[in-house]
């Protein structure tokens, strides 16, 4: 395991921040999302206006937004209904097998996709494995469900060991290319 597999295409602070001009400007077509605390806070499955928002100015661009997570099939059927997104569950992140079978099954190039999502070990080692450029977003909230402690807590220690071998990853409010 190397550090690369953890480390960030880029980070943007929010999901919201990925505008239509900026992703086509960096040649993407499909966005793929996290769904727990990086497209809705755990807490709030209703989502914001703000994220409304977003999907619709995403979709107006000829941009498509999937939600790759690990939750159950019920879960997150349930949590994009509303929003009209499709969804891959049971993805068995780190393992790249969701966002594969996004590329599979959408017939999407590797250069074609990004994945999104709050979390180095999950999130982006999945998009690292799969091939694809990964964008590390803050988390929405600060607390998480409970079956997501264990990995923030070794995330922090890998974090720290990624920003000091890569100390121009910054936060950023666009994709900005390092």
Known sequence: ????HFTPTY????IYDLTVEDLKKHGIKT?????????LAWNNPE????????????????????????????????AVKPLGV??????????????????????????EVI???DQMLTDIWAAHGAGVRSVLVQR???????????????????KKIVFKAHPQLKWEKTLRDN
Not at 49 to 69: A, F, H, M, Y
Not at 149 to 154: G, M
């Open 1 to 4: 395991m190397r550090l690369e």
């Open 11 to 14: 980070m943007v602070e929010r």
């Open 31 to 39: 966005v793929l999302a996290d769904l727990d605390n990086t497209l």
């Open 47 to 78: 989502g914001t206006p703000e994220l409304r928002q977003w999907l619709t100015d995403l979709c107006d661009g000829n941009i498509e937004v999937i939600v790759v997570s690990n939750n159950t099939t019920k879960r997150v059927a349930k």
């Open 86 to 111: 499709k969804f891959v569950s049971w993805s068995l992140k780190p393992l790249p097998r969701g966002i594969l079978y996004v590329l599979r099954t959408h017939h999407l190039k590797q250069e």
């Open 115 to 117: 994945m999104v999502g």
């Open 140 to 158: 929405l909230i600060e607390s998480d469900m409970w079956q997501t402690w264990i990995n923030r807590s070794i995330e922090k220690q890998v």
